[in-house]
């Protein structure tokens, strides 16, 4: 028996939330004994971790829609199905919940990692085979729907100031105590779509004898899956789970910043200011704080270029999450980076 599908849609791919019909094609050459026809549709997390010598391979099913099979009865008459060609068809509805397919891979030395969602209809011919019975697969790629509209509604988030302390390298190779830097930013909307271009407020307060000289603002998404050992000294209830991630850059944007930008002077005074006056650190907190929640000229108010429309769904899965996120970063004059904030964000 030869078993096919005829999917309605184009490119067998459906949309989350959409519809997903067509028909399963069952062709019999002679007589066979079946006492079952089984269809189901399948999302599934799969994920493969490269640890010392070993693979951790891992899968979770998170979702299975039983379809019904309307002519059963007609195909399948007294345990039997004779020769000829028999049409099953099939329409349901994908849940509005379920992430959308995705696949990333990356390489470990030698080996490769990986973290798939995938969906797949299954056939299944019950009694049909000696030793097993006739059955087949057919995968469906799952997207998100077209890119709509930001709400009417924002989710905006200010991010705590946070105290940031820096060093510069002496001529021994020494960290010296070039003071500290204080930065909080304010999302305007951390709930973002495709298309959509982030917008942010922020403000520093520069106690340290560096100068800044650029900011960097990326829109990162972040992969993160695990999966059990397979190493066979591990007993069933011993495996250890193992975990790999990878990093994307969505979008980002630097800001080179001029000698008269108040973000750049550096304080010569720091270490005085910080021995005369313990209470520096909390004032420049909350002078941060009340420029961002107030939008106040002073504070820097930027754009970051639009999510790009191949962007993952936030998603939380039990094998597989993705996290999105902003990350910010300075660069003084003594080259050196600083990563200040991180602030969580949502692409759906």
């Not at 998100?144 to 946070?162: G, K, L």
């Not at 002496?170 to 709930?191: F, M, N, Q, Y």
Request: proline share 7%.
């Amino acid at each position: 028996m030869d078993i096919s599908f005829q999917v309605d849609q184009s490119a067998n791919t459906a949309l989350v939330g959409g519809s997903l019909s067509g028909n399963v094609i069952l062709k019999a050459s002679k007589q066979i004994r079946a006492d079952k026809i089984s269809l189901y549709f399948k999302g599934k997390e799969y994920t493969t971790v490269r640890h010392d010598h070993h693979f951790a391979t891992d899968q979770h099913q998170f979702l299975r829609l039983d379809l019904e099979i309307p002519n059963e009865r007609s195909i399948i008459v007294e345990k039997t199905v004779e020769p000829g060609t028999y049409e099953i068809p099939f329409s349901f509805q994908i849940p509005v919940t379920v992430p959308p397919s995705m696949e990333v891979k990356q390489r470990r030395g030698l080996h490769s990692e990986s973290a798939k969602i995938g969906y797949f209809l299954r056939a299944i011919v019950g009694g049909s085979g000696i030793i097993k019975d006739y059955d087949s697969k057919c995968e469906i790629k799952v997207v998100s729907p077209p890119t709509v509209s930001p709400r009417e509604t924002v989710v905006p988030h200010v991010e705590q100031p946070m105290v940031h302390p820096v060093g510069h390298s002496g001529s021994l190779g020494l960290k010296h105590d070039a003071g500290e830097i204080t930065c909080g930013v304010k999302v305007l909307d951390t709930e973002l779509v495709s298309g959509q271009e982030p917008q942010m407020i922020l403000s520093i307060i520069n106690d340290s004898t560096l100068a800044i000289k650029a900011i960097q603002l990326d829109l990162q998404q972040v992969v993160a899956w695990w999966a059990a050992s397979n190493n066979p000294l591990h007993g069933p209830a011993q495996k250890p789970f193992h975990s790999a991630s990878a990093t994307q850059t969505l979008t980002t944007k630097t800001i080179h910043l001029n000698k008269e930008d108040a973000f750049t002077k550096p304080n010569s005074n720091t270490v005085k200011l910080r021995l005369q006056d313990p209470s520096r650190p909390q004032a420049n907190h909350q002078q941060i704080l009340q420029e961002i929640s107030n939008g106040d000229t002073t504070a820097k108010h930027i754009t970051l270029p639009p999510v790009p429309d191949l962007s993952l769904t936030t998603f939380q899965g039990q094998k597989i999450g993705v996290v999105h996120q902003i990350s910010i970063t300075l660069q003084t004059d003594a080259s050196c980076l600083c990563l200040v904030q991180v602030v969580p964000v949502k692409i759906r």
